[in-house]
T-cell receptor, first 111, second 113 residues
Framework: GQNIDQPTEMTATEGAIVQINCTYQTSGFNGLFWYQQHAGEAPTFLSYNVLDGLEEKGRFSSFLSRSKGYSYLLLKELQMKDSASYLCAVNNGGSQGNLIFGKGTKLSVKP | DSGVTQTPKHLITATGQRVTLRCSPRSGDLSVYWYQQSLDQGLQFLIQYYNGEERAKGNILERFSAQQFPDLHSELNLSSLELGDSALYFC????????????FGPGTRLTVT
């Protein structure tokens, strides 16, 4: 079957660094996405990894290890507006592009 | 603003009824995806259309159907509604087939009473 696991909730302090982990077991693999979703709003794209290694984009970085079925999203210099759910999603090898999403990690940033 | 539009924003209906949700993709995007998001299940892929043709199916119930029209807008039809169908329904679009960033619309919140 297809399985994507993320912690349900995390709490961090403003200005700090937080790492959100994602492990996946899918029938195939053709890339991993991270999306941010504020409560009641649409998910918005953060990052995409298809090869092993670290992708950096401003305060956000994402890492992938295909052999371990593992990814993490690193958020630096946390701001209150980073309080949101972070969704890990995998394309399981289909050419159509559809994604399998994890249930998301709800991050609360405290002053 | 992702450029994807969805109507209506909210919908309240009774069990047994039928509703239609509408989505217009970003200008130039040919691929449309429908997702259901409920509190306990997270985002679940339902169905994908590309340039008018169905290309992939996920966990879509037989009571649900969709289509994509020549102007590329898409509609998701939900019939014989049950309480458990209450959820946020998102539409997303991407430019072509393949693994690309998907742009999500604001969603339609469906409440079945």
């Amino acid at each position: 079957g297809q399985n994507i696991d993320q912690p349900t909730e995390m709490t961090a302090t403003e200005g700090a660094i937080v790492q959100i982990n994602c492990t996946y077991q899918t029938s195939g693999f053709n890339g991993l996405f991270w999306y941010q979703q504020h409560a009641g709003e649409a998910p918005t794209f953060l990052s995409y990894n298809v090869l092993d290694g670290l992708e950096e984009k401003g305060r956000f970085s994402s890492f992938l290890s295909r052999s371990k079925g593992y990814s993490y999203l690193l958020l630096k210099e946390l701001q209150m507006k980073d309080s949101a759910s972070y969704l890990c999603a995998v394309n399981n090898g289909g050419s159509q592009g559809n994604l399998i999403f994890g249930k998301g990690t709800k991050l609360s940033v405290k002053p | 603003d992702s450029g994807v539009t969805q109507t209506p924003k909210h919908l309240i209906t009774a069990t047994g009824q039928r509703v239609t949700l509408r989505c217009s993709p970003r200008s130039g995007d040919l691929s449309v995806y429908w997702y259901q998001q409920s509190l306990d299940q997270g985002l679940q892929f339902l169905i994908q259309y590309y340039n008018g043709e169905e290309r992939a199916k996920g966990n879509i119930l037989e009571r649900f159907s969709a289509q994509q029209f020549p102007d590329l807008h898409s509609e998701l039809n939900l019939s014989s509604l049950e309480l458990g169908d209450s959820a946020l329904y998102f539409c997303a679009s991407s430019p072509r087939l393949g693994v690309y960033e998907q742009y999500f619309g604001p969603g339609t919140r469906l409440t079945v009473t």
